[in-house]
Structure formats: C-alpha cells, structure tokens
C-alpha cells in the first residue's frame, strides 16, 4: 500500500508526530462516534480490500495537522471495519464493513484480506534521519568511552567532518546501494515514513549528489521519503563561519533551487545545525530565511549540546519543526506551543552521547506537538522509531 495515501487517510499532519504514541494511548471503548465513510472515487475496481478488521486505528480523525496534551493519548477505534484502495492507489474508503458491504456492492478487488481477528493501525513516522553515507565511526564510540565529548570528536577531525570524507569520495551507486538497505531496515521496523537529510558534502557537488541519491531511492523504494536539504550541517575544514554561510546562501541554495524545478532532486525543507562551535544563531537565520525565499519549509537542529535560543528562533521563522531541544528554555516551550511548531524529540542521541534527555512530559503538558525521531546517523545506528519511543527518560 503506498504509504503517502495511507498516511493521508490517518493523519493530515506534515506526518511528524503520527503514531509515536501508540503503546501509551489509551484506546476509547465507548461512546464512539461513527467513523464517516469517505469515498473520493467511485470505480467499480479496486486494488485492495482490507476487511471485517476487528480494529481500525485512526489518531488523527478530524483533519487536526498535529495534537497537542491530552489528546495525544486518544486514538479513535472503528470496530468491525474495511479499507478499500484504488487502483491509483489512494484509500477510497475507510468504514464500517456493513456500509462498504452496501456502498460497494458488485465491485470487485485485485487482493482482498481478510482481518478478521486483527488490528490495522497506522505506518510509523521517522521524523528525523541522516541516512545517506558511507565509512563507519566505529571508533569513536572507545573515545566517547573514554571521556571525549561530541565536540571534543568533531574538534579533532571526526564526527561530521570524517563521514564527509568518505561521501565526497563515493559513488552514486554505493550510496544507493547502502541507503536502499537501510530504508528496507526501517520498514521492517514499522516505519513508512521517513524525513531524510543530506548534510555530508558541505559543498554544492556532494550536497546534490546525496540528494539525487535520495530522489532515486524515493522512485525505487516502496518507503515514502521527505527531503531536507542540510548543507550547513558543519562548518568545512579550512572555512570559516561566515565563508560556509556564504557558500550554502549563493552556491548550494541556487544549485538545490534549479534541480527541484527540473524535477532532478525533490527537496521540501532545509535544515541548520544551530550549535556552538558550528553555526551560531545569527548565521544559522540567514541560511533558513536563504531557504524560506526559494520555498523551503525550516526544520532544524537546536538546544542539544548549548542552549543557542534555537525553539525561539523556530518560533519566529514560522518553522515546521525543531530537532533535539535537550537545553531548551522554558520561553522556548511557550513559544512552540503558541506557533504550533513540533519538537522531533531524539532520545537515541542522547542515549549515545550520555547527554539530557529533552524534557518531552514538560512540553506535551504546556501545548507542544512533540514527534520522535531515530536520528540514524554513523554516530547513532538506530534504525527503529519503537526503540526510540521505549526510551523512558524523556
């Protein structure tokens, strides 16, 4: 089933905090009001027929783009109930089995399963990932064992700066090759949805050549991919600060423009690591405000080893989402709760890193749409968002 349509009949958010909640919902048992059947087209066809469900899931049932506090622990439960997809595949129905039996009496169905006995809930979300790279750190993790910080890592010439050495020297085809096996990954782990960043080339070239990469496993892989652009995910060796900002801002911006016009790459947001050390918040606003100009939504890294005022500065570009927040403030909470601007919380981070966990109860309570992430990234091989949601410290 082709995740983007399932996703659509769930849940009509920019699919970042879907289902994240699932093993903590409470599922309503009474007093349920009866799921509208919707029927976008009429063919007497159809691809598929999920049937006599025992139950169907829905979090979001009423066109909310995201929920906020309490009613992040309610999930709607249609009983004794059926999908039908279309041939194009988009969901036609979604209902009571005795109505689809009425409704769509005479059609017929190229797959037809019968779940009787069974739940049909929504895909998962992975709202944060880095999936595209090659060269493992494997030997980072005995210097974080000794005591090296992420920083102290990222100083000395590894983290970012290593992986960006081995994807500026590899094909397009050796990292086709790796990230179609880690999205497969994913998938087995639940997940249908993935955000995926660039983020290890730092320059127009390498940039674009993971985004073409990303472009080809979205037309390949049954995974439904969003694109984030990250050329400002570290500063390049021999750069300055301002002279990356410069290059991202009047060379890979332009580059990323021109390649999703002609259809070669398909980029929907760009991304910023807001941090000491890399690019501050002066700089890192110039680069996002760069990106909004061309049509870019802002979702972006911030507060995870400094706080940098990062969930403000998210607030005040009309940002789509946050990353990390670890160090948030709490005028940064009010302000994504009042903006409506998510928080993709990344517990598998700071479980590597043996950093605070971010304070998530804190920001469901005050009106913040929280979304987890799994962040897989050579410094955290997680592939799996239920891992990353049994991490109770947040």
Not at 235 to 255: C, F, H, N, W, Y
Request: aromatic share 6%; proline share 4%; net charge neutral.
């Amino acid at each position: 089933l082709p995740v983007r349509n399932l996703r659509s009949a769930c849940c009509s958010s920019f699919a970042l905090q879907c289902f994240h909640f699932l093993p903590r919902a409470r599922l309503p048992t009474s007093n349920l009001q009866p799921l509208l059947s919707v029927t976008l087209r009429m063919s007497t066809h159809h691809r598929l027929l999920i049937r006599n469900a025992s139950v169907i899931a829905r979090v979001c049932s009423h066109g909310e783009r995201v929920k906020t506090g309490a009613s992040m622990r309610d999930v709607e439960e249609l009983r004794d109930a059926s999908i039908v997809v279309g041939v194009d595949g988009r969901i036609e129905y979604v209902g009571v089995e005795a109505d689809r039996v009425q409704q769509f009496a005479g059609h017929t169905y190229e797959l037809e399963i019968d779940a009787t006995g069974k739940s049909v809930i929504p895909g998962l979300v992975d709202a944060h990932t880095h999936p595209v790279w090659c060269g493992d750190r494997v030997h980072e993790f005995a210097m974080k064992l000794a005591g090296a910080t992420y920083l102290d890592i990222h100083k000395s010439g590894g983290g970012i700066g290593f992986t960006v050495n081995h994807v500026r020297n590899a094909s397009e085809d050796t990292l086709l090759a790796l990230l179609e096996k880690r999205l497969s990954r994913m998938m087995k782990h639940g997940t249908v949805l993935a955000e995926c960043k660039s983020g290890y080339g730092l320059d127009a070239e390498t940039e674009v050549k993971m985004l073409r990469v990303l472009r080809q496993a979205e037309k390949k892989h049954p995974i439904e991919i969003e694109c984030t652009f990250l050329g400002a995910h570290s500063i390049p060796k021999g750069s300055t600060m301002e002279e990356a900002t410069k290059d991202v801002i009047e060379k890979q911006l332009p580059r990323v423009k021109e390649l999703n016009e002609s259809g070669e790459i398909r980029v929907s947001m760009i991304d910023v690591f807001q941090e000491q050390g890399v690019f501050d918040a002066k700089h890192s606003r110039m680069i996002m405000e760069a990106g909004k100009e061309i049509g870019l939504g802002i979702n972006f890294h911030g507060d995870e080893l400094h706080y940098t005022g990062a969930a403000e500065a998210a607030a005040s570009l009309g940002a789509l989402a946050v990353s990390h927040c670890e160090l948030i403030s709490d005028e940064g909470i009010r302000a994504l709760a009042e903006k409506k601007v998510v928080a993709t919380l990344l517990p598998l981070t700071a479980y590597v890193l043996r950093i605070e966990y971010p304070p998530a109860r804190k920001m469901i309570d005050h009106g913040v749409p929280v979304a987890i992430g799994s962040d897989f990234n050579p410094n955290c091989h997680a592939l799996s968002v239920p891992f990353a949601m049994v991490r109770r410290e947040t």
